[in-house]
T-cell receptor
Framework: KAGVTQTPRYLIKTRGQQVTLSCSPISGHRSVSWYQQTPGQGLQFLFEYFSETQRNKGNFPGRFSGRQFSNSRSEMNVSTLELGDSALYLC?????????????FGPGTRLTVT | GESVGLHLPTLSVQEGDNSIINCAYSNSASDYFIWYKQESGKGPQFIIDIRSNMDKRQGQRVTVLLNKTVKHLSLQIAATQPGDSAVYFCAEIPTGFQKLVFGTGTRLLVSP
């Protein structure tokens, strides 16, 4: 069974631009979560989607948004990029999300904002 | 509040030794705890989990201990191998939330 895939793997953007990252969960998994990983803040939860609905949201500004499609694939968007948005963005999928099931992480998308 | 922290940022051991990685958490309402391993250039990989109604769980070469009295979690790795070198994170899922709250991570360095 294929793992979680994320595209692109690397991305360089300039301040003020916007970016869209994509995540394909493991087949059969309906929950997708997004995390931001930085050396200073560690791994921080962005949001979680289940059946195309956002169930939980972390403490990030409204510039960070996401969505989930009917096939469970998910995208996250960051508008008006800032230097501090440079990070590894990780996507994780699970059967149903929450405390019941394991979350499987993708390799991440490394975003650099210049 | 939600806070998961690790006592040691780096742990260096010799191959064959047993390793113990510690983690403190502050949210007594969490009912599920997980240990992840992250190798360079990869996403976190699930190692083992434990529910709050348990105090010990064993896997292959790994054991997780949970002490709810002092809000402490530990990961024990038996016969540590060079391939175990990575950053290890503990994470909790607060009751009623669909998200992982991660600790700061401990880097494990295994010398041959």
């Amino acid at each position: 069974k294929a793992g979680v895939t994320q595209t692109p793997r690397y991305l360089i953007k300039t301040r003020g631009q916007q970016v869209t990252l994509s995540c394909s969960p493991i087949s059969g998994h309906r929950s997708v979560s997004w995390y931001q990983q930085t050396p200073g803040q560690g791994l921080q939860f962005l949001f979680e989607y289940f059946s195309e609905t956002q169930r939980n949201k972390g403490n990030f500004p409204g510039r960070f948004s996401g969505r989930q499609f009917s096939n469970s694939r998910s995208e996250m968007n960051v508008s008006t990029l800032e230097l501090g948005d440079s990070a590894l963005y990780l996507c994780a999928s699970s059967l149903a999300g929450g405390s019941t099931y394991e979350q499987y992480f993708g390799p991440g998308t490394r975003l650099t904002v210049t | 509040g939600e806070s998961v922290g690790l006592h040691l940022p780096t742990l260096s051991v010799q191959e064959g030794d047993n390793s113990i990685i510690n983690c403190a958490y502050s949210n007594s309402a969490s009912d599920y705890f997980i240990w992840y391993k992250q190798e360079s250039g990869k996403g976190p990989q699930f190692i083992i989990d434990i529910r709050s109604n348990m105090d010990k769980r064993q896997g292959q070469r790994v054991t997780v201990l949970l002490n709810k009295t002092v809000k402490h979690l530990s990961l024990q790795i038996a016969a540590t191998q060079p391939g175990d070198s990575a950053v290890y994170f503990c994470a909790e899922i607060p009751t009623g939330f669909q998200k992982l709250v991660f600790g700061t991570g401990t880097r494990l360095l295994v010398s041959p």
